[in-house]
């Protein structure tokens, strides 16, 4: 015990202060650098054990006839799972004309020399097929419930005992395993809960005192100045490693900034780099310290999503928040809720319908060193933060996209489309239509009239 006081606590404090002094100058010595390039050697070790283990189980296998049928099991079950991949690999291959497509888009496909009345034909049996198909397809993998689980990883990071089929290789990987689970738990969680800690209660404390200030330039820099220190300390707490492109497109002020949403450390990874005014859910808890600290400092827009009233006023707030370019730009995630960063759904219409410029953000992890997604339907906000601290690091990229402007006679769901889908193809992501909200709702009755509308038009087409 001795001997570890000796050792581990001065460590301690000379990081705890190293990593407050360089957060609030805004540097780095290259350490996260070199820990994250060491890491990936450790993976790449543990990669290949992994595989020499599974290739000598391979051999074996190919010696015992009865061992066949249990091989072919755990090839499915890797396929399944994404062993080869960064997520779910599908097991189904979808038909893309079952895909709703918009009106235009089908009557185009109607030969020239035709007319819709010789096409028309009888119902046949036959015609329901596909759409059966595509129900059964759906039940067994859908495009929406999988976005809404940690995607599995190619190889195991030795952040879980196992990994679905990594079990116990060698005794040389299970020590790797232990050290590494007493080096984040021991020495990592303690040091990153100190400076989130003080990362709040700077921020707490800094902006209740300028709070007072009048409104103009002076408490609009000390709030920069205040934010840009703090979000850094917090980003410290998680080891965030973020690599910012494009600079020259960051938001302005009056401006909207919107994003792919993963987790509620969007926000902390954005504002190490540029100062944004907040609109969201209103929270209690730690996530109703931060919003009414920063409330106290800048303006803000909070809302219940349960009360309809709400709506209106967000609306209207929103609008007199972009008319005046001395205030932040504010950050929107049009998702709504949580994606685990495979993909992009679909963007509420609202803050495209308030005019002004759009500044797309894209946001894509690395999950090999922490999986950021937040399951909020499983994991409280406690649980979720200790799953942060305790990872190896929050890798990240950030792209600034250029501005957009809404088009002359574009309608907002379609000028929401067209920045989700840049948003989608700059971050590799997904571009899926599908809205998020159906984590915690049924599907609306209009999707499911859409798809009644789809069935019949393909039956008087055919």
Known sequence: MFLFATLVVPLFILSLFLSLLLATCGTTLGVRRMYIEFLLKVFEYGRETIKKAEDKKTKRTETNPES??????????????????????????????????PEPERLKMIPRN???????REFELG???????AGVEAIIE??????????????????????????YINMKLT??????FVFRYVFLLPLRFAIIVIGILLLSILTGLIGGLPDGSVKRFLNRMISLMCFRMMARGFSAMITFHNKENQAAGGGICVANHTSPIDVVILACDNCYAMIG?????????????????????????????????????????????????????????CINNTSVMQFKKGSFEVGGVIYPV??????????????????????????????????????????????EGEDAITFANRVKAAIA??????????????????????????????????????
Not at 71 to 100: A, C, E, F, T
Not at 114 to 120: A, E, G, P
Not at 285 to 304: K, N, V, Y
Request: aromatic letters at 10%.
């Open 68 to 101: 066949l049928e249990e091989q072919h099991l755990i090839q499915l079950q890797n396929m399944k799972n994404g062993i080869n991949g960064y997520g779910p690999q599908s097991v189904i291959s979808r038909d893309v004309d079952i895909l709703m497509v």
């Open 142 to 167: 859908d495009e929406v419930t999988q976005r809404f689980s940690a995607a599995e990883l190619s190889s195991w990071n030795l952040l879980t005992r196992t990994n679905k089929n990594y079990h």
């Open 281 to 337: 859910q209103r929270h209690g808890g730690l996530m109703g310290i931060i919003q009414r600290a920063l409330d106290r400092a800048s303006s803000q827009i909070w809302f219940e999503r349960s009360e309809g009233k709400d709506r209106y006023l967000v609306a209207k707030r929103l609008k007199q928040h972009v008319d005046d370019p001395k205030k932040l730009p504010i950050l929107i995630f049009p998702e709504g809720t």
């Open 425 to 462: 193809c700059q971050g590799g992501l997904v571009d899926l239509m599908w809205d998020g909200q159906l984590k915690r709702v049924k599907a609306k009755q209009e999707w499911k009239e859409k798809q009644q509308e789809e069935y019949s038009r393909k039956i008087k087409l055919n």
């Open 362 to 407: 894209a946001i894509k992890y690395d999950s090999r060193f922490g999986d950021p997604f937040w399951n909020s339907s499983r994991q409280t906000m406690i649980q979720y933060l200790l799953m942060m601290m305790t990872s190896w690091a929050i890798v990240c990229d950030i792209w600034y996209l250029p501005p957009m402007y809404r088009e």
């Open 114 to 120: 035709k007319s819709l009345n010789t096409l028309q």
């Open 175 to 180: 020590i790797l395993w232990g050290v590494g």
């Open 127 to 133: 015609d329901c097929m596909q759409f059966m198909k």
